[in-house]
């Protein structure tokens, strides 16, 4: 005869579902990227952009952006590339880019939790700590 060995308690583990829409009603702000959730070593987060940010890279992070509404031109030194609605770019490490948007664009961020929205800039545009929505 033999003992069965109880499970080990569950953590009760919350998995939440995002609606994107909701999350960017609760914000205005411009350039001021929030937090809508983890993956692994990564964030995604939710952006409105409009206007021009600033020339920067980051030294050690790839971004990848997702326009889920308007229009953005990402600026390289070497052209231009248009995203609409439902098209991505992922930026690699090191390459100099500008984000410019014509009209109000709200984009989702796919980057590491190190990752500074200025990148190796620091300006009155620089977001330290971001929130989490
Ligand atoms: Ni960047």
Same mark, same amino acid.
């Given at each position: 005869?033999?003992?069965?060995?109880?499970?080990?308690?569950?953590?009760?583990?919350?998995?939440?579902?995002?609606?994107? %829409?909701?999350?960017? %009603?609760?914000? =205005?702000?411009?350039?001021?990227?929030?937090?809508?959730? !983890?993956?692994?070593?990564?964030?995604?987060?939710?952006?409105?952009? =409009?206007?021009?940010?600033?020339?920067?890279?980051?030294? %050690?992070?790839?971004?990848?952006?997702?326009?889920?509404?308007?229009?953005?031109?990402?600026?390289?030194?070497?052209?231009?590339?248009?995203?609409?609605?439902?098209?991505?770019?992922?930026?690699?490490? $090191?390459?100099?880019?500008?984000?410019?948007?014509?009209?109000?664009?709200?984009?989702?961020?796919?980057?590491?939790?190190?990752?500074?929205?200025? $990148?190796?800039?620091?300006?009155?545009?620089?977001?330290?700590?971001?929130? !989490?929505?």
């Amino acid at each position: 005869m033999y003992t069965r060995i109880p499970p080990p308690r569950r953590r009760s583990i919350v998995i939440e579902k995002i609606d994107l %829409a909701r999350k960017l %009603a609760l914000f =205005q702000e411009t350039w001021s990227p929030k937090i809508v959730g !983890r993956v692994n070593d990564c964030l995604v987060k939710l952006v409105k952009l =409009q206007g021009e940010f600033v020339w920067h890279h980051h030294e %050690a992070e790839d971004e990848l952006f997702l326009v889920l509404e308007g229009r953005l031109t990402m600026r390289f030194r070497d052209g231009d590339v248009e995203l609409g609605k439902g098209e991505m770019i992922v930026v690699p490490r $090191g390459v100099e880019h500008m984000p410019v948007a014509a009209e109000e664009t709200h984009v989702l961020l796919f980057e590491p939790g190190t990752t500074l929205n200025t $990148g190796n800039v620091r300006d009155e545009r620089t977001v330290e700590h971001l929130e !989490r929505i």
